[in-house]
């Protein structure tokens, strides 16, 4: 590879797959060697196999799962001028199939975290008016509608009870989408279930009890995955639990239950999960519906005000 080629390909990557399925791709160098991470919606992020150079491309095979049966690899490189990306996927019968990928470059970290002392925010906007969905739709329109509205609480009902990690009822998301905010939100699981809350549609915070089977960077007061809480500070389930999160340039603090476990840290990347993966655009508040039960309440946001 190239000085000018991996100059080109070396960062964070927002991916365009023609399935439309969220992508998101990190290419880094270390000893002069490429590491590649790559999440496919919610699939693992890596670092990927068996990474090779060739010919100004970079070929490597996702990780997966012990129970996958398909092993999917990647091609990508620049050509003229854009991300240019091939997806195989090959089953255990031998046959395989193809698709094609684009992308945009995400601009680098911030160097530092923001100055929270000197961030204004504007007037906080109620998302859920307490009577019916305004505002709000499927993310899935031709899945299972299981949200809806009851005694002024915004409800998703699903008879499903296990954690993993998809389903077949529909998530929710707001139809307006934000930048950077202060979010406010009322939740209530009962004990071993699970739901989220995905801070414009890329970085979920983690919706359990607090003897959740989920703790650590899987429990209450996690960005999942990625930022662990400083402690649990969660209600047992079937009581109403309180989010405060502020997210501004890429660095997120969270308050569970009046008490800070996340303080102005950064997040690298989308969790896994998530529909949005470009942060430099702006995304919905995106809630879990395809896990189980959970009902929300009195949610509002305050954007941060531009200079």
Known sequence: MSATQAEELVGDWSLDLESGLPAWMSIQKSEGKPVVYMRLYVGSAGP???????????????KKNKKAKTTTTVD?????????????????????????????????????????????????????NGKDLTGWKAHEPEKKMGWSVKDGLLKNTTPKTDFKATGDHANLKTEAVFEDFWLHIEFLVEEQRNSGIYLRGMYEAQVVDRDSRMQGLQGVGAIFGMIEPTKNAGRPGGRWQTYDITLVNRHVTVILNGEKVIDNKPVTGPTAGAVHTNPAEPGPIYLQGDHTNVSYRDIYLAPVLKD
């Open 48 to 62: 990927c196999n068996d990474v090779a150079e060739s010919n100004g491309r970079l070929k490597f095979t996702l």
């Open 76 to 128: 990508v490189g620049i050509k003229a001028g854009k991300l240019d990306g091939v997806i195989t996927r090959q089953s255990a019968d031998g046959s395989t199939e193809d698709e094609a990928f684009t992308g945009k470059k995400i601009p680098p970290m911030p160097v530092s975290a923001p100055d929270l002392s000197k961030v204004r925010f504007g007037q906080p906007i109620s998302l859920f």
